[in-house]
């Protein structure tokens, strides 16, 4: 007779406060979740967060009542928001969620803590907790450990009542939700059945060092292809500098009252790494040195455009934290700042060549140019002098897991290095990879249902 065994958790259930049900547009039933879970997980009597999350599952209009127990309990599927700090938006607005539900999931989608109404970290949220040493002290409880405690907590409140062999739940981890999603395998496999990661498979690193020396060269590829693409905008973005640094660097107000600097306005090569993004880019550029040329200012459309496209400060945990998820017992020291000088392309005052906009890169400056996150620049400055950062993965019980792994890998990935994530998937026993080098860092949205079906495939698939 075979015996069901299974690894009991270390973390205690989440406690439930309430959960409330509504449908969506006839097809979508959609609960919405507040718990109570520890604030630090090594002090669990040192007082609780509020997290919350949406879970969602089909309308059932069939003629076998709902009640029944295979309905009610149907396997879980966790979803893990990329950022670091980003929040989930409602479930019918993601484009895999139909998809997944059709596979015989319900989903999970999660406000990781510090996000969304998961206790929220904001500039004034921060400064709550005390002096400027307690709010550093603070965000460290914000990284992928604690977030993949809180999913195990929650894990156990939603499956209490389910039998043993169904208590596992499956995991769905989109950049650094992929990282989050490291973090259990090595943590927390037992409450795993599978884990699907897109864009995220986590360089494993203890200092961000090597993560930016690649990236840069990566940025530096998307530059080149932008200005190939559009040419003219060379001496455009020139113009655009110019003119900035004329009239005095960082004396232009935006609407979010940020500065507008060189520094800040070639922040928009973030875009570069999103499918659209050179165009995106382009966009703004053409209307700004149009504004320039006609006017000889930038008019609110252009101002308004620049700041939506750089919107820091919504997302402060992202900002202050970027660079300790790849710590461990290093501090991050400004990383990006620090390399940024042994790649010449991006001298911002270089006379040569075309200026190169800057990438996913956290830099001092930007605790200057941003109206809420200057707010927390001393904080900052402490979380970035800070050493002391725990372990976000485990080697050994990578090589040893037993946790089914799909993951979904781009080689022309601008946000997670293709080489670093080829070598981590071979350090996960059993993982599998798709690779491509026709999508980029945001295929699960813009090229869903290939990206999609390929990582399902892999799961489905028999190689023999």
């Known amino acids: 007779m075979l015996t069901f065994t299974r690894k009991m958790s270390t973390i205690a259930p989440a406690k439930i406060v309430s959960q409330k049900t509504y449908q969506v547009a006839g097809k979508l039933k959609i609960t919405e979740h507040f718990f ?28 076998v009542p709902e009640t029944s127990k295979d309905k009610e309990q149907l396997p879980w599927m966790c979803y893990l928001q990329g950022g670091p700090g980003m929040e989930c938006r409602s479930p019918q607005s993601y484009p895999w969620t139909q998809t ?20 929220p970290v904001t500039a004034s949220t921060l400064q709550m907790r005390g002096y400027n040493d307690v709010q550093a002290k603070y965000l460290k409880l914000y990284r992928a450990d604690s977030i993949v405690k809180d999913c195990e907590a929650i894990r ?35 409450g795993l059945r599978e884990a699907f990661l897109f864009g995220g498979l986590q360089p494993l690193v203890k200092s961000p060092d090597e993560v930016y020396r690649r990236l840069y ?9 932008y200005y190939a693409k559009c040419p003219d905008d060379i001496d455009r973005v020139k113009a655009i500098m110019n003119f900035l640094k ?17 520094r800040r306005f070639r922040q928009l090569g973030i875009m570069f790494g999103f499918h659209g993004g050179l165009d995106a880019v382009h966009d703004i550029i053409l209307k700004a040195s149009s504004d320039i040329e006609a006017f000889g200012h930038l008019t609110r459309g252009s101002l308004a455009a620049i700041d939506n496209a750089t919107g820091f400060d919504d997302h402060l945990i992202y900002a202050i934290l970027h660079e300790p998820i790849y710590c461990e017992g290093n501090a991050p020291a400004w990383s990006a700042h620090r390399l940024m000088e042994e790649y010449p392309a991006f001298d911002l005052d270089k006379t040569e060549g075309p200026i190169y906009f800057t ?16 707010k927390v620049q001393d904080v900052a400055e402490m979380v970035a002098s800070d050493a002391d950062w725990g372990p976000l993965f485990d080697e050994v019980q990578l090589a040893k897991n037993e946790v089914p792994v799909y993951a979904a890998s781009y080689f022309e990935d601008m946000y997670v290095d293709f080489d670093l994530s080829m070598e981590t998937a071979a ?24 990206v999609v079906k390929q990582a399902f495939a892999l799961r489905d698939d028999v190689i023999d």
């Open 156 to 190: 156990q409140a939603l499956t209490a009542d389910y039998p043993d062999e169904k208590k596992k739940w499956s995991i769905m981890g989109q950049s650094f939700g992929g990282f989050c999603s490291i973090t259990y395998l090595s943590f927390h496999p037992e």
């Open 217 to 225: 060269k990566r940025v530096s590829r998307r530059n080149e292809a």
């Open 100 to 119: 997944v539900l059709d596979r015989g999931y319900q989903l999970l989608y999660l406000d990781q803590r510090g996000t969304g109404l998961s206790t």
């Open 427 to 450: 350090k996960i026993k059993g993982c599998k990879v798709f690779t491509t080098n026709v999508m980029f860092h945001d295929a699960i949205r813009s090229k869903m249902e290939e």
């Open 359 to 374: 990438g996913e890169m956290i830099y001092p400056s930007m605790f200057e140019d941003y109206t809420e996150l200057r």
């Open 36 to 63: 109570d879970v520890p604030k630090d997980y090594s002090k669990p009597q040192g007082g609780t967060i509020r997290v919350f999350a949406r879970s969602v599952k089909k309308h059932d209009t069939s003629v």
């Open 246 to 262: 004329r009239f005095g660097d960082g004396k232009i107000k935006l609407p979010s009252e940020g500065t507008l600097t060189r």
